[in-house]
């Protein structure tokens, strides 16, 4: 009887022990803030049995990698705020002028138009308000978009990225008006009828308005920017201001001669040395064509300028 009251007694406490140890657990919770105390919550249940769980740590993701720029850091905060622009309108965080922007533009863009060609891509000038009489645009870089979206609403998204990027590449014509340069867009890859002032080409101006990044995701619009080789003087245009050339047509009906083979081998090692990739003949033509324009287009503007150098002597002389 004493042996049954014993393995009774050592039941009942074995019993408590393991009902104590499943009455209550603890949580820590982050403090508010840094001035804030730890606190210890319990929280009480009721066990009625055990149960051993066995627990596996995940093995790493690639996707543990991405990161959303509209997430909140550690403290709370947005990444990044982005800016407010001179006339008020805010830069969205992804389109500030940052290396980090400027890549994902440019490789959207490529991507972009391995898809849809030159058909989703435009050509983007720049020219200075500075002067009411002032004709003449650079040629700042492309960009691309999906078919659903506009070219105002993809311009203007990207507005101050373009902006910033035409002001470094022309920091004596264009970024002493940073803000307030005007940006113009042709159809994309029409560098050639440009250079040789074709009439029926006509720029068109953009405008600048806010659009967030909730309205156009950048995922869908590219830029890629313009970059001068050493020595490069670069491409430009001169416009009147309802786009079209403010300057006669060069070389009327387009080039009739045929490269000779020395040249095509010429202008193959020039791309090659640009990374531009060429595939045919055409290709080579069309890119021959534009270098023979834009070097007609100097020795024209050179021989403007003594003309009016030559001119402005003689009136001294009278």
Known sequence: MSKILTTCS??????????????????????????????????????????????????????DLIVDEDDDNNDGMLVDKGEMGDDNIPIPPDMLYIERNVKRAHETFHSLRNIGGKEVC?????????????????????????????????????????????????????KPNQGKLELWIAPGDSELDVAYNRPTLQMIKMSKYPITS???????????????????????????????????????????????????????KELKDQNIDVDNVDDLLQEMEKQNAMTRQSELEQEFQKAKEDKQKKTETE
């Not at 140890?21 to 804030?36: D, E, I, K, V």
């Not at 210890?40 to 596996?56: F, G, Q, V």
């Not at 491409?235 to 009906?253: K, L, V």
């Open 214 to 268: 909730k309205e156009l995701k950048n995922n869908v619009i590219g830029f890629q920017g313009e970059v001068y080789q050493d020595g490069e003087e670069g491409f430009r245009s001169w416009r009147t201001d309802d786009g079209y050339p403010a300057r006669a047509e060069i070389n009327e009906g387009g080039e009739t001669r045929a490269p000779t083979n020395d040249e095509l081998e010429q202008l193959q």
């Open 122 to 174: 435009n050509d983007v000038y720049a020219r200075s308000p500075r002067h009411s009489t002032n004709e003449e645009m650079f040629y700042i870089g492309k960009v691309s978009k999906i078919s659903d979206v506009t070219i105002e609403d993809c311009i203007a998204r990207q507005w101050n990225m373009i902006e910033h990027h035409a002001s470094n590449l022309r920091p004596i014509e264009l």
């Open 10 to 63: 050592l039941i009942f406490i074995i019993g408590i022990v393991i009902t104590k140890s499943c009455l209550a657990f603890s949580l820590l919770t982050p403090p508010s803030s840094p001035s804030s105390t730890t606190r210890t919550r319990t929280i009480s249940t009721t066990c009625t049995s055990t149960t051993t769980t066995t627990l596996h740590a995940r093995e790493k993701s690639k996707w």
